[in-house]
């Protein structure tokens, strides 16, 4: 075959994501939270788990799971019971074994009634507790170290973004005209009065952050049609400067709304913007 002949599929945001990891299949973990109760979580399958807080009756769960890096791990699973409601939650987690640490993040809707496609995070850290190893006081922790930072996210073939980190509660999305996200992304973004969204950022350990994304602010203002609240999960490793992740949220798919539920992941480039660009303001704040 001639590569200049092979045509590529239609790649969204996944084309550079990890295939799911099952590696945790027959490990057992218990997550001593800071909220004040302890997590179990049982990997019985490559894909299949059981989960269960303070010794309630364990739940299954279908997962999936990508990597930061040879130690660290993105896992989340959709709550069984929520699945087919308005109220769908998902649990997320990123497991750290070499500091045997861990950050929960609880993501659910409807908890809004007039807008009930958003998504709320709720965050917690912890310690993994081992027999016969002292558990960890240290833990992983919200992070200012990405401010001033501006990372050429490449997606696919044809779309890369660029994140501007300029505050620890938002970021700023653009991208250049020669992306295809440029036709793909930005007919719903003019309608806002400006690309920032709502983000958190933890630092997991030096050069690997977890950035946490609601794009929440395009169904505050426009409520649609298509393009629902969205959370989006990265685990991002700066020293091999890649991504990965995954999507909680709600997207039209025809005529009806369904879940978007996708792992997705990129490489990055650090680039330099235009001050006025790096410090423009905010239409969101006062």
Known sequence: ????????????????????CSELKGQHFTFHMDGGYNYELNFIGEDTLTWSIDGSEPKQAVYECVKGDDTTYLMDFDVVETLETDHRSNELFIIDL????????????GYNKEYPFLVKSEYDFGAIVMEGRETPFIRHCDS??????????????TMWTHHKYYDADYYTLTWPEDSSAARDLAPPFLKLPSHDDVTRVIKI????YVFCLTEELMERVTRGPGFRSNNMIFLQNYDRMYHAGRTFGTILRGDKYVPCRTLFGAFGNPIQLPDSVLYAENAYTV
């Open 98 to 109: 070499a500091q045997r640490l861990v950050t929960r993040v609880f993501c659910y809707l």
């Open 205 to 208: 350990k030096d050069t690997m």
């Open 144 to 157: 200012s170290e990405l401010i001033g930072t501006t990372v050429e996210w490449h997606w696919n073939q």
């Open 1 to 20: 075959m001639n590569l200049r002949d092979y045509k590529r599929p239609i790649y969204g945001i996944n084309q550079f994501c990890q295939t799911h």
